[in-house]
């Protein structure tokens, strides 16, 4: 989906700030307040659910969210920097992706796992997939997170 920028205009009147006060019939210290705005010299652009919707539908093809697992098995070279192929099915070559570690749930794990993550040279993408390099080939699987936003 494209989204197409629009001219939004502010609501203009003669009175922005000049409201009636009624009392409510029959509800003490109950008023309805009623905008007295005098002359509309710009109407303003209705903001609602149509007008929004397309917005937010098209942020949301902005930000990708994707998880994978660096594994030890499957590493090329035979010197620093190791090099590894994951399939990410939906990324781009073109995408500049911020990566993280993803949480295991077990404790002990999850520190392991950010001690080898500090052996990361870099992570690069490519077509449905990431190519990770590290210095060192890890020796327990690593749960990451990837989000890109375009």
């Known amino acids: 989906m494209s989204y197409t920028a629009r001219d939004v205009k502010d ?8 409201f009636k006060l009624t009392a409510v019939a029959g509800e003490a210290d109950t ?3 009623t ?3 005098g002359t ?10 149509a007008y929004l919707q397309p917005i937010e539908d098209y942020l949301g093809e902005l930000v990708r969210n994707y998880t994978a697992t660096i594994t030890t098995s499957g ?5 620093p920097p190791y090099s590894k192929d994951i399939t990410v099915i939906g990324i781009k070559a073109t995408d500049k992706a911020i990566v ?3 949480s295991t749930g077990d404790y002990d794990n999850d520190l ?3 001690d080898t993550w500090g052996e990361i040279y870099k ?3 490519d077509t449905d997939k990431i190519t990770v390099e590290f210095h060192e080939i890890p020796e327990v699987a690593i749960p990451i997170q990837i989000k890109v936003v375009e």
């Open 75 to 79: 590493w090329s070279g035979s010197e």
């Open 35 to 37: 905008a007295v705005t």
């Open 100 to 102: 993280d570690l993803l």
């Open 112 to 114: 392991e796992v950010a």
């Open 123 to 125: 992570i690069s993408t």
């Open 11 to 18: 609501r203009v009147v003669q009175f922005p700030k000049r």
């Open 31 to 33: 008023y309805e307040l």
């Open 40 to 49: 509309v010299t710009e109407v303003g652009t209705a903001i609602n659910k």
